[in-house]
């Protein structure tokens, strides 16, 4: 497999939101867990604790978004 994009979970104090998203996606969010496991040698993260690191690594790579927050500021 090749490295995937997240690395190892941070604990971080949590803002608590609620999100329904289709069973499709939480198997897959399942199945990435698993697979940052075996990469990083730690253990099975809950789903649920992979959204954020994702959705902070998909903001911090968008150029659009990037280009928008800085004529923002």
């Known amino acids: ?3 995937l994009k997240l690395g ?3 604990d971080d104090l949590p ?5 329904d998203l ?4 939480h198997r897959d969010l399942a199945d990435y867990a698993k697979a940052l ?3 990083t040698g730690g253990k099975v993260a809950e789903p649920v604790k992979l959204i954020a690191p994702m959705l902070a690594r ?4 968008d150029r659009g978004f990037a280009r928008g927050r800085k004529r923002n500021d």
């Open 8 to 10: 190892p979970l941070e």
């Open 22 to 25: 289709p069973a499709a996606v």
């Open 1 to 3: 497999m090749s490295k």
């Open 58 to 61: 998909f903001m911090a790579t």
């Open 15 to 19: 803002v608590k939101i609620t999100v």
């Open 37 to 39: 496991a075996a990469e």
